[in-house]
């Protein structure tokens, strides 16, 4: 059985889940608190696993794999059945492009190493740090939405589920967690809405995980 190493509010992690349910592939979830005795990432053991120490971490076989989007198209080549990038190759560019803009882009500028260190070394405030969470999202939102109007049906490409898919509740979980205003992105939120009617996306929230909080 595929086994994720995962922390279950980490929105990378979250990515995966999404992947890992939409194409109907068993897993052991394996958690790993990233906050917990100073984060369980740090840990030798987690270390000798990825050496990275981030969330998600997937292992099939002999095979270690870490990055979320690396994960969910290893899933998608590996286990072609319920694909999540189209066949038109144009179409898979613009589905890579729109998920880099919210994996590559946006998410890197407020995830936890980023936002301890602001509260840490930097000193800053709670009113500040979320300033930096706000304008961050809703930089990475603009583009999309724009992206998202030549491309979207259902979802984000067309009437299936697919890569972008695994990368917008993640986003907007953190969104709403931190009181952004998602007013400006009507696309977005319809395609938010669609998702969050899915069972595979409902088993990946991060509420429904066994290490929920």
Same mark, same amino acid.
Request: charged residues 20%; aromatic residues 8%.
């Given at each position: 059985? =595929?086994?994720?190493?995962?922390? %279950?509010?980490? $929105?990378?992690?979250?990515?995966?889940?999404?992947?890992?349910?939409?194409? &109907? *592939?068993?897993?052991?979830?394996?958690?790993? @608190?990233?906050?917990?005795?100073? /984060? &369980?990432?740090?840990?030798?053991?987690?270390?000798?696993?990825?050496?990275?120490?981030?969330?998600?971490?997937? +292992?099939?076989?002999?095979? +270690?794999?870490?990055?979320?989007? #690396?994960?969910?198209?290893? =899933?998608?080549?590996?286990?072609?059945?319920?694909?999540?990038?189209?066949?038109?190759?144009? !179409?898979?560019?613009? #589905?890579? #492009?729109?998920?880099?803009? !919210?994996?590559?882009?946006? @998410?890197?500028?407020?995830?936890?190493?980023?936002?301890?260190? *602001?509260?840490?070394?930097?000193?800053?405030?709670?009113?500040?740090? $979320?300033? %930096?969470?706000? @304008? %961050?999202?809703? &930089? /990475?939102?603009?583009?999309?939405?724009?992206?998202?109007?030549?491309?979207?049906?259902?979802?984000?490409?067309?009437?299936?589920?697919?890569?972008?898919?695994?990368?917008?509740?993640? !986003?907007?979980?953190?969104?709403?967690?931190?009181?952004?205003?998602? $007013?400006?992105?009507?696309?977005?939120?319809?395609?938010?809405?669609?998702?969050? &009617? =899915?069972?595979?996306?409902? #088993?990946? @929230?991060?509420?429904?995980?066994?290490?929920?909080?």
């Amino acid at each position: 059985m =595929l086994k994720l190493y995962s922390y %279950w509010r980490s $929105s990378a992690s979250y990515r995966a889940r999404i992947a890992l349910h939409l194409k &109907e *592939l068993p897993f052991e979830t394996l958690p790993v @608190h990233l906050l917990k005795d100073g /984060g &369980e990432q740090h840990k030798a053991e987690y270390r000798a696993v990825n050496p990275q120490g981030f969330v998600p971490c997937l +292992v099939d076989g002999e095979l +270690v794999l870490n990055q979320s989007l #690396a994960i969910v198209e290893y =899933l998608d080549e590996a286990y072609p059945a319920k694909p999540l990038l189209p066949t038109n190759p144009a !179409l898979r560019a613009k #589905a890579r #492009a729109m998920a880099y803009v !919210l994996a590559c882009d946006t @998410h890197p500028m407020n995830n936890l190493k980023v936002l301890k260190y *602001l509260s840490g070394e930097l000193g800053v405030s709670d009113e500040q740090k $979320s300033a %930096w969470i706000q @304008h %961050w999202i809703a &930089e /990475g939102l603009k583009p999309l939405e724009q992206m998202l109007a030549a491309t979207a049906g259902r979802f984000s490409i067309g009437d299936a589920p697919g890569l972008v898919d695994t990368c917008i509740p993640p !986003l907007i979980y953190s969104a709403e967690r931190f009181g952004c205003d998602l $007013s400006a992105y009507p696309i977005v939120m319809r395609i938010q809405a669609n998702l969050l &009617e =899915l069972p595979a996306v409902q #088993a990946a @929230h991060p509420q429904n995980q066994p290490d929920a909080a």
